[in-house]
């Protein structure tokens, strides 16, 4: 089994988890994993959580978080949501090679759906010379998320920590698309079976896509979500969520959506495939992973 590629259907789509690598957030580079995914936690409470996941908190000292791409074939259309981080860390921009594998060209990719303009989900949208890597796509952002990193929003309104990186991530990876991106303003289908879905709050204009095909659903929850704990604890919130308060109601709406509608649930960050149910328990809700094994 190739661990970087989970294939699945849904309905008559045929669908492909596909890893671009990870990345170990760890000092110095990075704050510690609890400090940075869950900022305003107690720490009590903290650990407990923790523990109840196999970890401690202690020594906790690195978190190694896959970044899962994922490909659609509807039958009309070969699409690919988020093109993770190529250049960000030593085992990032491996999602050519991976697509490679599965017989499928970066000319081939008629649309790329971005969730948002952090490095990890739109660092492939060029090689190391700048230049597009999917050049024959249609892509398509939510306008407020494009407007945010186009604009001097972003500059003025960032951490200074990671303000650098994520600039120049921008910088490099969205004007080259800019005559060939269609920016969604509402939740629409961005193609047939695939909805854009406002989830703001990780950053401005953060998307979620509901892709559906004869009756089966997939929530694709993208940063919504950042770790599994953040379904028990919904309040707790990231490091990089760039409006806290915003980013929490739109984690509810959203594992409320998802564990009504039943439906499957990709999270980008998540245990590859990151592909999974929520379940409520209590006031909130459990994470419910595939079995993998394919
Ligand atoms: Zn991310």
Known sequence: MNSDIYRFNLGVFECIAV????????????????TRLFANAPT?????????????????????????CLVIRTGDHLVLVDTGANGLGPDTGRLLQNLRAEA????????VILTHGHPDHIGGNTDSEGKLTFGNAQYAMWKREWDF?????????????????????ARKNLPPIQGQVRLVEQETEILPGIRAIATPGHTP??????????????????????HPVHLERPGWHAAVDFDPGQAEATRRRVLTKAATDKALVLAFHFPFPGLGYVVPEGEAWRWRPIEAAS
Do not use: K
């Open 104 to 111: 499928i060209e970066p000319e081939g990719i008629d649309t």
């Open 149 to 169: 990193w186009t604009s001097e929003e972003a500059e003025q309104q960032l951490e200074e920590h990671v303000r650098e990186v994520l600039l120049e991530y």
């Open 19 to 34: 890893s671009d690598g990870r990345l170990t957030y760890a000092p110095p580079r990075f704050p510690p994993p609890a």
């Open 44 to 68: 009590e409470l903290l650990e407990q959580v923790l523990r109840e996941h196999n970890l401690q908190l202690e020594r906790w000292a690195e978190w190694v978080s896959p970044y899962i």
């Open 205 to 226: 204009g953060h998307m979620a896509l509901a892709v559906s095909s004869e009756g089966e659903e997939l929530l694709c929850v993208s940063d919504a979500v950042l």
